[in-house]
């Protein structure tokens, strides 16, 4: 039997139209996993902080308020790198390399603070930030089956998220940025979801270079939501 091609772009439609249903699917199932799309709306600020081991021990703090605005704090013997962006502009104080005093981020440097700052995540009202879901079908992670969604971003940096087949919880995240002809590949393994506020927030990550081998680990002690941030937390100081 031999199918006209009038009946296989049919077929290929209907596949097509089950793909993109699939991923909608998957994408609904994460965010009721998460909390809940109105519960996640109804995050105004995210307050972490805990520890980092990358060879030695390291405080790490993180506060997101909504606007896309973040900060992360990086702290080693009484000296603290702080990254932030204001929803607007990005900087960073370095004092690992000598420098005491705010300087400002390229829009390269900063590329990674811009995406970090949707308080929400990408699959929240991802159609309306511009963003693109695919459904590619069953992965494994470490040995166990998961779900496979690729994220093409706006911007065109492209996320793929790992997500647990009973659960629906991101186990794992990759991600793929397109910076001056360049590809930098990363990723994250997490863990230890518990609920905030009705809200879950994975207290255990481990992330680095895709395929490096070696990966930080990091330990939410406290994450905290809605707790009152004034917007100058993330504004760049002046110089002293």
């Not at 998957?26 to 109804?42: E, F, H, P, S």
């Not at 971003?153 to 794992?172: F, R, W």
Request: proline fraction near 2%; include cysteine; glycine fraction near 8%.
């Amino acid at each position: 039997m031999r199918m006209t091609r009038a009946a296989v772009v049919a077929v290929l439609c209907l596949a097509t139209a089950a793909i993109a249903q699939t991923a909608d699917e998957l994408v609904a199932k994460n965010l009721q996993a998460r909390g809940g799309v109105d519960k996640i709306k109804a995050v105004n600020t995210v307050k972490m902080s805990g520890k980092a081991y990358v060879g030695i021990s390291a405080g790490v703090a993180q506060t997101q308020k909504r606007a896309n605005m973040i900060r992360q704090d990086f702290t080693i013997q009484g000296m603290t790198e702080i990254q932030a962006y204001d929803g607007s502009v990005g900087w960073q104080i370095s004092p690992f390399e000598g420098r005491k005093d705010a300087q400002l981020l390229g829009e390269d440097d900063m590329r990674e603070l811009v995406e970090s700052a949707d308080i929400d995540g990408p699959l929240v009202d991802y159609q309306a930030k511009g963003n693109k879901v695919e459904y590619l079908g069953h992965d494994e992670v470490d040995g166990d089956d998961a779900y496979k969604l690729k994220i093409t971003l706006k911007n065109g940096d492209i996320l793929y998220y790992y997500l647990d087949p009973d659960t629906y919880l991101e186990i794992k995240t990759e991600k793929q940025q397109f910076i001056r002809g360049n590809v930098k590949e990363t990723q994250q393994l997490l863990g230890s979801y518990k609920q905030v506020e009705g809200v879950y927030y994975p207290y255990a990550i481990e992330s680095g270079q895709k395929g490096s081998g070696r990966l930080a680990r990091v330990t939410f002690d406290s994450i905290e939501v809605n707790k009152p941030v004034e917007d100058s937390y993330f504004k760049m100081p002046a110089a002293k």
